[in-house]
């Protein structure tokens, strides 16, 4: 399998992976151009679209790609209908389209019909989990983020986390607020700073990373707990997920 990966509007990315046949999966495409572009130079056939949820950043390009390829089923949760889906797909189902198998897993709290695609090692998860941070809560409730999260977090170390946006440095930024004095997340911020300063992307990532300098994913983590001011013993680590979640969409 090759993964590609495609900037599009300010700071997404469109995900493409094909395999040794030349078919390919497309993933939230948020632009058709970019994709019909990639798909002619690297001379690649469509075999399907997947969604994770209905915002436009990631569904805005179907209806432009459909018109080049209008035999393309379009997989997502139900919320994308609208959107331009044609099957719909919710937690447990399978998708299987020649070399491709993929897993549905139901991810709400971005949204509540959000969902994630896993085919060893990839992980297409949207808007859920960013490098060093998460999505905001805009239509679930954050206990739904935080089990999404722990349902991520349940997949092996080398999964490869293939988020839709371009948020690291700024993930960074605020994971060192919280905790300055954290060696691994120092260090990784400093990998990233010089990443960006090439224009290099810093996803995907790996939950293996992501366990080390993801705070969101460290919630049962008594230092992170102090720095956030929750001194009970054994807190609830939901309402630990919150105030961290409530601090980063204050910062």
Known sequence: MVLIQIPALNDNY??????????????????SEPVLEILVQKKLNPAAILLTHHHDDHTGGVKGILKEFNHLTVFGPQETQVKGATDLVSDGDSI??????????ALPGHTLGHIGFYQPPYLFCGD???????????????EQMYQSLQNIAALPDDTLICCA????QSNLKFAHHIWPENSQINRYQEEVAV????????????????????????????????KLNINQPN?????????????????
């Open 14 to 31: 469109i995900w493409i992976l094909s395999d040794d046949h030349q078919q390919c999966i497309i993933v939230d495409p948020s632009e």
């Open 96 to 105: 299987k389209i020649g070399d491709f198998n993929f897993k549905v897993f």
């Open 128 to 142: 859920t989990l960013f490098s060093a941070g998460c999505g905001r809560i805009f239509e679930g409730t954050p």
């Open 165 to 168: 946006h371009e948020y690291t």
């Open 195 to 226: 990443k960006r300063s090439k224009n290099e992307p810093t996803v995907p990532t790996t939950l293996k990373i992501e366990r080390k300098i993801n705070l969101f994913l460290q919630c049962n983590n008594a230092e992170l707990q102090k």
């Open 235 to 251: 807190p609830s680590l939901r309402a630990v997920f919150t105030v961290l979640r409530q601090l980063k969409d204050q910062y």
